[in-house]
């Protein structure tokens, strides 16, 4: 039964059981435990798999009888006083105990006394520390976030020890009442975003939160756009260098995966690892990133605008090779495009979906053979087979899933629009996309944060990656802390190094 209005701890044990009773009604892990403090009755409530049974013995039990047989009897002041825990938390309501009991603590009730004790004694199965493998590094660390939220705070405390480093609480979920915890460097961030970030979490009103993608839905500047507005990350490194650039984080209870916001389109095509390789080898990969994208969104609707539509700008021999290689086929090029590229979207899904050992043969394995027998049986061109292979090659390429889906599902409409129109369609969709991304915004940023620098310093880590001791300056979002370190950063002899 669940009831709206709170209820104060009553100086009866007894009451306070019945009502807590009530409402763990049917609940067989619920564990009421009745002892004495002398003369006087006590309940300890916890939740079983969720509290150690070990420490609830050696922490509350065994000083209860060890303070009895020293002086006969024991208050609630009196047991904390003897308390080893350092950890508890004195509570005066129902709904308090009830979110306590639900976090795997145990609460601690005694007759006559109108306040409760919750000592922080949980203990769960949780996931060991592995390396992401969404986000996996050739260079850098190896460490990932897990499901279990104080887990995940510690990781980032361990990278930034300021206590400038602020980490804002809040509950979210009538029935899974999920923690949400905001984090963010005061001194470096503008106060504004974090009060809209609270505002807009504030505003959740909602059965449950079981992912931070929910989060994310429900907070995002515009909820109808294909592109994702907050990043997201498994990893404590990638949310360190996002706080000391302004940004803040947003940490769910439950997932490893973390929000970070604002976000602009540059975010979604960086790897953590651009920063850690030389400064010439990130720009590289980084523009070599870039243009990848660009033919993972245009590639195929490209070559479906030329070969229906704009035959004069293939060389003839090309032609003449394109033409007997399509002689026998019955499709146009537009239905052939979109045969080839949906069967290469089901054949990387099914390789996801499959055990890890098996999934990735048979997405490869199922790919060449399709793309072979297609070709034997008339049904598809060799070039459509190359075309939708540099494709899916440039798709794996951008760092972010959430970013490279929107670019693969973008490639269908921008297919049908070149093959209605040509390039007249083509440069349509590019137009119609731009846009958009120019319109876009993340918690009031630019999207493309390229149409708001007024000066070339603002570019040193988005066209290009200039070396560490060059970046004197963060992204200008909103009022901002302008410098990041000091001047004078360029190591070699004479510079603070040693001749010899």
Known sequence: MQTNEDVIFSARLQENISHLKERYADCFDVVFHDFSCGQTPAVIVYFMGLTDSDMINRYILEPTLKQLSEDGGITLGDFCKCLPVSSYTMIQTMDQ?????????????????????????????????????????????????????????????????????????????????????????????????????????????????????????????????????????????????????????????????????????????????????RYYIGTAIRWLRYFFAFIALIGPSFYVAIVTYHQEMIPTTLLLNMTKSREQIPFPALVEALLMEITFEALREAGVRLPKQIGAAVSIVGALVIGQAAIAAGLVSSPMVMVVAITGIASFLIPHFAFGITIRLLRFPMMLLAGFLGFFGLMMGITLILTHLFALRSFGVPYVTLSTVSNLSQLKDILIRVPTWKMNTRPRIGVWNRYRQGTNQRPGPGRGGRRR
Do not use: C
């Open 97 to 277: 105990a009830v979110m306590e009991i639900g976090d795997g603590n145990v609460v601690l009730l005694m007759d006559g006394e109108e306040r409760a004790i919750s000592l922080y004694l949980s203990k769960w199965e949780q996931r060991s520390i592995t390396e992401p493998e969404a986000e996996s590094v050739v260079r850098g660390p190896r460490e990932g976030f897990i499901e279990t939220l104080m887990v995940n705070v510690s990781m980032i405390r361990r990278k930034l020890k300021s206590p400038d480093l602020k980490m804002k609480s809040i509950r979210i979920g009538r029935f899974s009442q999920t923690e949400v915890v905001v984090a963010f460097v005061s001194g470096i961030i503008d106060s504004s975003l974090v009060t809209e970030i609270e505002s807009r979490l504030s505003r959740i009103n909602i059965d449950g939160i079981l992912e931070s993608g929910m989060i994310e839905e429900l907070i995002e500047d515009n909820p109808y756009s294909p592109f994702p507005q907050l990043q997201t990350t498994e990893r404590p490194d990638v949310v360190a260098a996002n706080l000391l650039e302004g940004r803040a984080a947003i940490l769910v209870e439950g997932t490893p995966i973390a929000l970070i916001a604002p976000a602009t389109i540059f975010t979604f095509l960086q790897s953590p690892e651009d920063h850690y390789q």
